[in-house]
């Protein structure tokens, strides 16, 4: 497994950007597909956002395609999502999450480890 940690959360105005950061441990990054997932208050955790372990294949929720961007540094073991035209709706804790084969996936119990968390609230 790998540990994760990640970061850029805070409060932003609709129509504003975020940028959220993921590091992880480890020296085999690029075996690990990585996921974006997040939750809302009383709502049950749904995914965002994942790529490939080689950075060449990208997956998106409908309601964030054409506004988030997933992308990686395997050199830096690092995974990002940039957030644009931010919605109130996408008030949420957003987590990062790591699987093992390198392959997509959209659902959560496909990923071996995940992080701790960040707020990411969008005013109105």
């Known amino acids: 497994q790998v540990q994760l940690v990640e970061s850029g959360g805070g409060l932003v105005q609709a129509g504003g950007s975020l940028r959220l950061s993921c590091a992880a441990s480890?020296?085999?990054?690029?075996?690990?597909?990585m996921g974006w997932f997040r939750q809302a208050p009383e709502k049950e955790r749904e995914f965002v956002a994942a790529?490939?372990?080689?950075?060449?294949?990208?997956s998106y929720a409908d309601s964030v395609k054409g506004r988030f961007t997933i992308s990686r540094d395997n050199a830096k073991n690092t995974v990002n999502l940039q957030m644009n035209s931010l919605k109130p709706e996408d008030t949420a804790v957003y987590y990062c999450?790591?699987?093992?084969?390198?392959?997509?996936?959209?659902?959560?119990?496909?990923?071996?480890?995940w992080g701790q968390g960040t707020q990411v609230t969008v005013s109105s």
């Open positions: 790529i490939s372990g080689s950075g060449g294949s990208t």
């Open positions: 999450a790591a699987r093992r084969w390198g392959v997509v996936s959209t659902r959560d119990r496909d990923y071996d480890s």
């Open positions: 480890g020296r085999t990054f690029s075996w690990y597909a």
